[in-house]
């Protein structure tokens, strides 16, 4: 069932200040908002101010709300007046961001489904997502970057847009090729994918960084590693434990615990990529606590990052 979406549209006396310009659509991009208020809310906030930022739309843990058209640009990516982020983009707020908790994980489950509906509307692949700190390097979405969600978030877009018969992509999702569109630049897709500009070069024998055309698939090599980590994980998860394992003090440790961390590293929970091993350590700590209460959250249990039967069950059905 397509999600419903409340218009509560900027009035036109307000085009010059939050979006002046006409635009056409060519990527979506992902925010964390500041604070825990409503959808509601922050659109009533965002078109009544005085201040140019703006923004399409708003997802809470109930509902979407849209507060631009579509055909005028935003201001949300602080990428500039005639940034692509800024004049091609579609800005989509998460809310409750600032203090997380169950109603954020509902708003973020809401907001992935959301935006595979987007995707699948416009004909777009999992390659037209952008977080805003692609386009001008702010921290933003902030909870998910702090939580080393950002590959998590993308890979449940992608497994929804499929899910709703959207069209696959070839960018990230599969971690080998890129089909350049309409506006990428080769610095843009080589941030956007975490590779140099010097090796999309060479892996492409590409002269001039300047020259590249709408439709030319693009190697990236860099990424095969992740994917085969991905496939790895999922293989080597099993047996998981049974019964109850939950933080205590001294915290509980072992193998049984890198089993846990394991399985939800297969399923995106887990990754922390600034930590030796991605942070699987065999220690269940608020760290892997705080992994299966998100877990729980999106997957309908109890979120109280208690790893226990019914968590077990749910791990291994999306596992198998």
């Known amino acids: 069932m397509a999600i419903k979406v409340v218009k509560n549209l900027v009035s ?5 200040l939050k979006c002046p310009n006409p635009m056409v659509p060519e990527y979506i991009t992902i925010h964390n908002t500041a604070n825990d208020a409503s ?9 009544n101010n005085t201040s140019s930022t703006s923004y399409h739309f708003a997802v809470d843990d109930i509902q979407v709300i849209q507060g631009l058209p579509l055909n005028r640009n935003a201001w949300h990516t602080g990428d500039g007046t005639n940034g692509t982020g800024n ?17 954020y994980y509902a708003a973020e489950k809401l907001a992935i489904k959301f935006v595979a509906q987007l995707l699948k509307e416009r004909g777009w692949g999992i390659d037209r997502v952008r977080k805003h700190q692609d386009w001008s390097g702010k921290y933003c979405p902030h909870r998910i970057l702090d939580e ?6 993308k890979a449940a877009i992608a497994a929804e847009l499929s899910k709703i018969g959207g069209e696959s992509s070839t960018s990230s999702g599969s971690g080998t090729t890129y089909t350049v569109k ?25 002269k001039d960084p300047n020259k590249i055309t709408v439709g030319q698939k693009l190697k990236l090599k860099g990424s095969s590693s992740s994917s085969s980590t991905k496939t790895s ?9 049974s019964g109850i394992i939950k933080v205590t003090s001294p915290m509980t440790k072992g193998s049984n615990v890198r089993q846990v961390q394991n399985a ?49 069950a749910k791990i291994e059905s999306l596992l198998k």
């Not at 036109?12 to 010059?16: I, R, V």
């Not at 959808?39 to 078109?47: D, G, P, T, V, W």
């Not at 630049?185 to 140099?196: C, D, M, Q, Y």
């Open 264 to 312: 939800l590293a297969a399923l995106y929970f887990y990754p922390d990529k600034g930590a030796k091993n991605n942070g699987i350590d065999g220690v269940y700590g608020p760290k892997t606590a705080n992994a299966v209460k998100r877990f729980q959250s999106v997957n309908g249990l109890t979120a109280d990052g208690v790893y226990g039967p019914k968590t077990k």
């Open 87 to 103: 004049r091609k983009s579609i800005g989509v707020e998460i809310c409750y961001s600032k203090s997380g908790g169950a109603k």
């Open 148 to 153: 080393g969600r950002w590959d998590e978030v």
């Open 12 to 16: 036109q006396e307000k085009y010059s």
């Open 182 to 206: 309409k506006g990428d630049t080769l610095s843009g897709i080589a941030k956007a994918e975490g590779v140099s500009v010097a090796n999309l070069q060479k892996w492409n024998n590409i």
């Open 233 to 241: 994980n999922k293989k080597t998860s099993y047996p998981l434990p």
């Open 39 to 47: 959808a509601k809310n922050e659109i009533s906030y965002m078109k």
